[in-house]
Every structure is written in structure tokens, then in C-alpha cells.
């Protein structure tokens, strides 16, 4: 019977694709030491989270969309190790009724929350360029795009500020079962945030191999605000789906987009309310019992604005340069992709074409013309 379940919530852009990666890579040997990873696949969790904080958009996702997290939930309650986990960033923004029901349904086993965190004054640009690689289309001083708390927003506020999700989640499970992994201690390697994630977890026996730290494309400043103005042209690209496939899965990958690394950065006011956010969780941390597995300080933002530039400062030249860049790669790929076409066509109609009669079948033609009857 299940002792223990840790419901990993994010937050987003803190290693958690990563840390992911390695959960369904080790699947069969954390089940072999007791910890069940539930679900077909990760998108199931994805889906649960959805289903987890009532969010109408679980309707409009293609594919089985029926009951997810009650389908998890079933199948920890069928499960006869000692724990399971179950991980997305998107579990985040639920409310406190939510967060109750669900840790409800998971009774009688003790829920464990995990956190994954990082300074808000890094995190905070990381997420408005994810969100524009999704789609966005608001400047980085109007992100979020709604200053109230909404559950059902996972980009919102509710989803990464760290204060706001240790408050709600807080009401329901104590502190001390709340643990909080800061991400990217100094001199520590990638494997080092896997190893204290399977410490957490309480997985027995040797650590298990770190997955491979997977490829993330950063874009730099020019090329985050040449997607943002592309994607305000865009139409008919509402949901997830087509959002995630065609902005983030091709405009914004590297076979289209340009390679740049310019960091950036927010107005004086912007950064002032992220250094004040920041704050808030680290007096949350120091003081409220929550169980911090890292160094505190890591979370500690950074106070002076960076001599950056801000993404109004681009220019309509490095725009322009970006968008030629883009659209030449487009072209060439339209190309590839249309003589592959052309080549396969071909090939359909070679072999939909009968084969010409042979000499035996004309000799077996010409003596039927000669037979009688």
C-alpha cells in the first residue's frame, strides 16, 4: 500500500524538463525499488494537471482527455510499493479548494510537495520567453498578462511566483512535507539537482544514472522580439496544440530561428516588483518551517538592474536581419520538404502501375485467340 506521494509542482523553467526526462527514462527501476511513476506517458500528467485544477481547456486537447487525474489516481490506490510521484509544473496554480481535493483523493497516503525554484529576477525573463516561444505576444513589462490570480492561468503569477504558490499550497499540506529544491548551486554540476530530487523522493539503493540535460533553445534578445512581433501577425493558432507544434516546435526552434544569446532585460519598475516577489519567498523560507534541500541564499534575486538592453531598444535593422534569416531558412525547408513530396508521389505511381505483360503472358493471349470457342 502506497505510503507516500509526492507531487512534484514545478515551478516551470527550474530543471523540471530535465528532471522529467529522467523519471520516465528510470520508470521500470524506480518501480523495481517501490516508487511508482503513474500514467501511459508524461503528457498524462500534463493532462491530470489540467483535469487537477479544473481547467476547461483539458476539452480542447487532442486525444484521450478522459478523467487523467482520477485515472492516476486509481492506479496509486492500486499500487503495492511504499510511494509514487507524479510531476508537472502546471499542478502549480491550483487553488487551495483544489489542492485539498486532490490530496483528499490521494488518502490515506501522506502527500509530499516538491518545488523546484530559482531567483525570480532570473526565472522571471525565462518565462516570458517561454511564453513567447508559445505564442505570446505582450512586451515583457505587460508579463503575465493579468495581475489577479486565476487557476486556471498557467502562465499567470499563481504558476511561478514562489511566495504565492507556497501560501496556497501551504494551507493544506504542513511546511515540513513541502520541499523546496533550489536550482543551480554554485559549482554544482547538472546531476547534482537529480541527486537531491531522488533524495527527496527517498528512492533506495544506488542513485540512479542523471539524464542527459536536454536541449533547450534560448533565443537572445533580438530574436525573442522578432518572435513576439511575428506571433501579434499570427492567426488561427489558439490552441495548445498548434501553439506549441508550430511556434515553439518550428518558428522558434533552431532549424528556423537564428542563433543569439543577448541577454535582456525589464523596465526599472518590472524588476523592482521581481526583486520584491523574491523577497517575499525568501522570508516565506526562512521563517515559515518549509524544508529547503539546497542553498537558501541561491533564491536570494539580484538587486541592481543589469546594464542590458531593454527589447524596445532593438532596432527595425536587426529585426529585419532577423526576419530575412527566417524566412530563408522557411523557404529552404518548403523546398526540402516539396521535392520529398514530389519524390514519394512519384514512387506511389510507379508502383500503382501494372507491370507490362511478359512473354508468357502474350504467348498465353495469342493461343487463346487461336483456340476455338
Excluded: C
Excluded at 543589469?306 to 527589447?311: E, F, G, S, V
Amino acid at each position: 500500500m502506497v505510503q507516500r506521494v509526492h507531487l512534484h509542482i514545478g515551478l516551470p523553467k527550474t530543471a523540471t524538463t530535465y528532471l522529467q526526462a529522467g523519471l520516465w527514462r528510470h520508470r521500470d527501476a524506480l518501480a523495481e525499488r517501490g516508487v511508482l511513476l503513474p500514467g501511459r506517458n508524461h503528457r498524462r500528467h500534463l493532462l491530470a494537471s489540467l483535469e487537477f485544477r479544473d481547467d476547461p481547456k483539458l476539452a480542447t486537447r487532442p486525444g484521450d482527455v478522459g478523467q487523467p487525474w482520477r485515472d492516476l489516481v486509481e492506479e496509486v490506490g492500486r499500487w503495492r510499493g511504499e510511494s509514487a510521484v507524479i510531476s508537472h509544473e502546471f499542478f502549480g496554480p491550483a487553488n487551495v479548494e483544489q489542492v485539498r481535493r486532490g490530496v483528499d483523493q490521494l488518502a490515506p497516503a501522506e502527500v509530499h510537495v516538491i518545488v523546484t525554484a530559482r531567483p525570480m529576477t532570473e526565472l522571471a525573463p525565462s518565462r516570458w520567453q517561454e511564453w513567447v516561444k508559445n505564442g505570446g505576444r505582450r512586451p515583457i513589462d505587460r508579463f503575465p498578462r493579468r495581475r489577479d490570480y486565476d487557476p486556471h492561468d498557467a502562465w499567470g503569477w499563481g504558476s511561478f511566483d514562489l511566495a504565492d504558490v507556497l501560501s496556497r499550497w501551504s494551507q493544506v499540506v504542513p511546511p515540513e512535507r513541502i520541499h523546496v529544491l533550489p536550482t543551480g548551486d554554485p559549482g554544482a554540476g547538472p546531476e547534482e539537482i537529480w541527486e537531491r530530487f531522488l533524495d527527496v523522493l527517498e528512492v533506495p539503493g544506488e542513485p540512479l544514472p542523471a539524464p542527459e540535460r536536454p536541449v533547450n533553445v534560448r533565443l537572445g534578445l533580438v530574436q525573442v522580439e522578432a518572435l513576439r512581433r511575428v506571433n501579434r501577425q499570427l492567426e488561427g493558432f489558439g490552441d495548445a496544440y498548434d501553439r506549441g507544434r508550430w511556434i515553439r516546435g518550428y518558428l522558434a526552434s533552431g532549424a528556423v530561428m537564428p542563433e543569439g544569446n543577448e541577454p535582456f532585460r525589464p523596465s526599472a519598475e518590472t524588476w523592482d516588483d521581481w526583486v520584491a516577489r523574491a523577497d517575499r519567498a525568501l522570508e516565506m523560507l526562512r521563517e515559515g518551517g518549509f524544508d529547503v534541500r539546497g542553498e537558501l541564499e541561491r533564491l536570494a534575486p539580484q538587486r541592481e538592474l543589469p546594464a542590458w538592453r531593454h527589447p524596445s531598444e532593438v532596432s527595425n535593422a536587426e529585426l529585419l536581419r532577423v526576419a530575412n534569416q527566417m524566412v530563408a531558412a522557411m523557404l529552404t525547408d518548403v523546398r526540402a520538404h516539396n521535392r520529398e513530396r514530389h519524390r514519394l508521389e512519384g514512387a506511389i505511381r510507379e508502383a500503382a502501375t501494372p507491370p507490362p505483360p511478359g512473354p508468357v503472358r502474350r504467348l498465353v493471349r495469342r493461343l487463346r485467340r487461336l483456340l476455338p470457342g
